[in-house]
């Protein structure tokens, strides 16, 4: 199962609010 | 560590998952004072942050922490048992590593927090007279001993 990352952190937080998930908020410098 | 399965699987069952890239989202580092990769912050369905680490960490280790992370969540909205469940299986889980102490500390205080009975406290002492001798959360643990 690959990681489905949200690029949009509004998106995320509305997404965390609507289904009570925590965010995950994972800050990188290595390729993408 | 996020190729690795389980954490994958864990991560998309557990989290909403968001990715920031220094070069395309400085804002972002800015926004939320991240000063080094890599950064990871865990934050409460309400936004409110509740965990971070930075640095890599191998596979158990880092899994450790995401687990930590979601018990301080739980602890932090009140929700004592599911707190105490969280750490309590970090603290006897022998992959937890260095957060196993902390986690010990923390089964002592959420359950202590749900019930009010301080011999929770006084239990959590006396398990750290055995186990995690020399960390640090012994030592604040230390205080509750009968």
């Not at chain 2, 998952?17 to 991240?34: I, L, M, N, S």
Request: hydrophobic residues 40%.
């Amino acid at each position: 199962m690959e990681i489905q990352w949200q690029r949009d952190i509004e998106a995320a937080q509305r997404e965390a609010s609507q289904t009570g998930k925590p965010l995950l908020l994972d800050f990188t410098a290595a390729p993408l | 560590m996020y190729p690795d399965p389980q954490v994958a699987n864990f991560i998309t069952e557990s989290f909403v998952p968001y990715r920031a890239h220094v070069k395309e989202q400085p804002e972002a580092f800015e926004r939320f004072d991240v000063q080094w990769t890599p950064t990871v912050a865990i934050r409460d369905a309400a936004g409110t942050e509740r965990h971070r680490f930075e640095g890599y960490l191998p596979v158990p280790d880092f899994m450790a922490q995401l687990r930590l992370g979601l018990a301080h969540a739980a602890r932090l909205r009140g929700d004592w048992a599911d707190a105490e469940r969280r750490y309590r299986e970090l603290a006897e889980d022998s992959s937890a590593g260095e957060v196993a102490p902390e986690a010990l500390y923390w089964t002592g205080v959420s359950k202590y927090k749900g019930t009010g009975d301080p011999s929770a406290l006084a239990e959590t002492a006396g398990n750290f007279k055995t186990r995690f001798t020399d960390s640090p959360w012994a030592k604040k643990a230390s205080v509750w001993a009968q």
